[in-house]
């Protein structure tokens, strides 16, 4: 059934203009809290026209129902003009990201509901981790249906935070495929976290 109609008609909260065309938007849950899902959805996309297209992208959260379906904020407070969150993190208790605002510029913002510690952002479909448990190697393996996904980092953290690996990729692909050796990690839980320009792709691992 649909959950909501974002833009009235056939240009759906899941496309946006370009200069000549429409293009798809990719729907990613960027982290979850409680029974509320967040997403970045699009609830204006302007005639393509040769000229410079107009996208009001968002933060939104749904409880899965019509009525629990909204947009979270305008932080660009402009219907025609969005503010593109991205690099969604969880630290300290609470959600962190970046979004744009003519009056600040792209800045941090944060999501003023408390968090467990432990990462709420959820495991995405795109990102595949294997084998987990892993004794050495770890194969890392991102597709999205986005062919103009945005790929910023890959890194490995433990439970409280800690950094064990880092790489920054800056690729522009729907596809990336990494082997990483984790022989040297000791035995535990870890997160892998990818970074992507629409949010933070995250796969808990064992290490054995």
Do not use: C
């Not at 938007?25 to 410079?52: E, L």
């Not at 999501?111 to 495991?123: C, K, N, R």
């Not at 992507?196 to 054995?208: C, F, P, R, W």
């Amino acid at each position: 059934m649909l959950v909501k109609e974002i833009i009235n008609g056939t240009i759906g909260g899941f496309q946006t203009a370009s200069t000549y065309d429409y293009y798809d938007y990719p729907f990613n849950i960027v982290f979850n809290i409680g029974n509320t899902i967040y997403f970045v959805a699009n609830d204006y996309a302007s005639v393509p026209n040769g000229n410079t297209p107009n996208n009001n992208i968002e933060l939104w959260k749904s409880d899965g129902s019509s009525g629990g379906t909204s947009k979270v904020m305008d932080i660009q407070p402009s219907t025609t003009a969005g503010s593109y969150p991205s690099y969604f993190t969880n630290a300290i208790g609470k959600i962190f990201f970046t979004a744009t605002n003519n009056s600040y510029g792209r800045e941090l913002w944060t999501i003023d509901v408390p968090v467990s510690d432990g990462p709420e952002l959820i495991s995405n479909s795109e990102l595949k981790v294997f084998p987990n448990p892993s004794t050495g190697e770890l194969t890392v393996k991102f597709q999205s249906s986005n062919e103009y996904q945005q790929i910023q980092t890959l890194s490995i953290e433990d439970t409280r935070g800690r950094e064990y690996y880092h790489r920054d990729i800056k690729l522009t692909s729907n596809y990336y495929n990494q082997t990483l050796d984790i022989k040297d990690l000791a035995p535990g839980i870890y997160f892998v976290k990818l970074t992507t320009d629409t949010g933070l792709k995250i796969h808990k691992i064992v290490k054995q």
